[in-house]
């Protein structure tokens, strides 16, 4: 219950952020709508078709589809949100000023505004629209972002609006779904990176120490083969974050600058770091005081 109390606190103001990006800051200048509302607008404008009709008829088939075969408590977070941000952009203008300026500050402003309130809805789970139902659906099982989502629907909806919109406002417009959907990113997934670092080393142990004493993540060993020598050896495995990664490169180049040192970048972590005992045990720590003459740990053959 205090999780759906945080959850629903969290999209109150995140909607009003939301409103004063779209009703304060795109409207007033003229900057091209995104999301179901843009296409509606879209057709509205070209065909006469009422858009409140427009927008029930695309969105009823992708809430019922959430309700049976998704997630149940989306369908109730997406009519909250929608609820909201209604409510909001009918009275948010008579309350504060609208922010007329430069297009392109406009397009700048609007989109990291949007983006930020976007961003705080979806980075706890939970949609504020059809289409963001669709994101988080697509995140959970496919690995798409939402940022990435976003940005490839609303450039469509956005080049749409060309068949009655001002061409140099439409750039203006991708410019600010572009930025949108960048801080949208950064806010869901963090701007910290996380990279996976392999190490292959004679001097494991040393390399393990300053990893959890000095970085403080946890390890874990993989055997492997030394095709050269056609000998066993172990290889660290860890994840650290992008701060992390220099510190660990000098440290190996002062160590051993014979290492193997293999790094990728992580699409994502999940989860705490691995209990130290699970990793380097007390028993690893007892073996690395017997093996004081060598360098690397005896594998069984």
Same mark, same amino acid.
């Given at each position: 219950?205090?999780?759906?109390?945080?959850?629903? &606190?969290?999209?109150?103001?995140?909607?009003?952020?939301?409103?004063?990006?779209?009703?304060?800051?795109?409207?007033?200048?003229?900057?091209?709508?995104?999301?179901?509302?843009?296409?509606?607008?879209?057709?509205?404008?070209?065909?006469?078709?009422?858009?409140?009709?427009?927008?029930?008829?695309?969105?009823?088939?992708?809430?019922?589809?959430?309700?049976?075969?998704?997630?149940?408590?989306?369908?109730?977070?997406?009519?909250?949100? /929608? &609820?909201?941000?209604?409510?909001?952009?009918?009275?948010?203008?008579?309350?504060?000023?609208?922010?007329?300026?430069?297009?392109?500050?406009?397009?700048?402003?609007?989109?990291?505004?949007?983006?930020?309130?976007?961003?705080?809805?979806?980075?706890?789970?939970?949609?504020?629209?059809?289409?963001?139902?669709?994101?988080?659906?697509?995140?959970?099982?496919?690995?798409?972002?939402?940022?990435?989502?976003?940005?490839?629907?609303?450039?469509?909806?956005?080049?749409?609006?060309?068949?009655?919109?001002?061409?140099?406002?439409?750039?203006?417009?991708?410019?600010?779904? /572009?930025?949108?959907?960048?801080?949208?990113?950064?806010?869901?997934?963090?701007?910290? +990176?996380?990279?996976? #670092?392999?190490?292959?080393?004679?001097?494991?142990?040393?390399?393990?120490?300053?990893?959890?004493?000095?970085?403080?993540?946890? &390890?874990? /060993? #993989?055997?492997?083969?030394?095709?050269?020598?056609?000998?066993?050896?172990?290889?660290?495995?860890?994840?650290?974050?992008?701060?992390?990664?220099?510190?660990?490169?000098?440290?190996?180049? +002062?160590?051993?600058?014979?290492?193997?040192?293999? #790094?990728?970048?992580?699409?994502?972590?999940?989860?705490?770091?691995?209990?130290?005992? &699970?990793?380097?045990?007390? +028993?690893?720590?007892?073996?690395?005081?017997?093996?004081?003459?060598?360098?690397?740990? +005896?594998?069984?053959?």
């Amino acid at each position: 219950m205090k999780q759906v109390i945080k959850n629903l &606190v969290i999209i109150f103001f995140a909607q009003i952020i939301n409103t004063i990006g779209f009703s304060l800051v795109l409207i007033p200048n003229n900057l091209s709508p995104t999301g179901i509302g843009g296409f509606c607008t879209t057709i509205y404008k070209v065909f006469g078709i009422n858009m409140q009709l427009l927008m029930l008829i695309i969105a009823c088939p992708i809430v019922i589809w959430a309700f049976i075969k998704y997630d149940k408590n989306q369908v109730f977070y997406t009519a909250y949100s /929608y &609820v909201l941000f209604t409510t909001f952009t009918a009275f948010i203008g008579k309350i504060l000023p609208e922010f007329h300026t430069d297009p392109f500050i406009a397009a700048l402003a609007g989109g990291v505004i949007l983006g930020f309130g976007t961003g705080l809805i979806l980075r706890i789970n939970v949609s504020n629209s059809p289409e963001a139902i669709v994101s988080n659906y697509l995140r959970e099982y496919y690995g798409i972002t939402p940022g990435s989502f976003f940005l490839v629907l609303n450039s469509i909806v956005i080049f749409s609006s060309i068949s009655y919109g001002n061409i140099t406002l439409i750039i203006y417009s991708l410019f600010s779904n /572009y930025i949108c959907s960048v801080v949208t990113d950064k806010v869901v997934l963090g701007v910290e +990176k996380y990279y996976e #670092v392999n190490i292959i080393t004679s001097e494991i142990f040393k390399i393990t120490d300053f990893i959890r004493k000095e970085l403080g993540r946890s &390890v874990v /060993y #993989v055997q492997c083969m030394d095709t050269e020598n056609v000998s066993k050896k172990m290889m660290i495995k860890t994840v650290i974050t992008n701060q992390q990664l220099t510190s660990l490169k000098l440290h190996i180049e +002062k160590t051993d600058d014979d290492s193997f040192v293999y #790094v990728s970048e992580s699409a994502g972590l999940i989860g705490t770091s691995l209990e130290a005992s &699970v990793n380097f045990t007390e +028993k690893e720590s007892a073996k690395k005081k017997k093996v004081k003459g060598k360098k690397e740990p +005896k594998l069984a053959s």
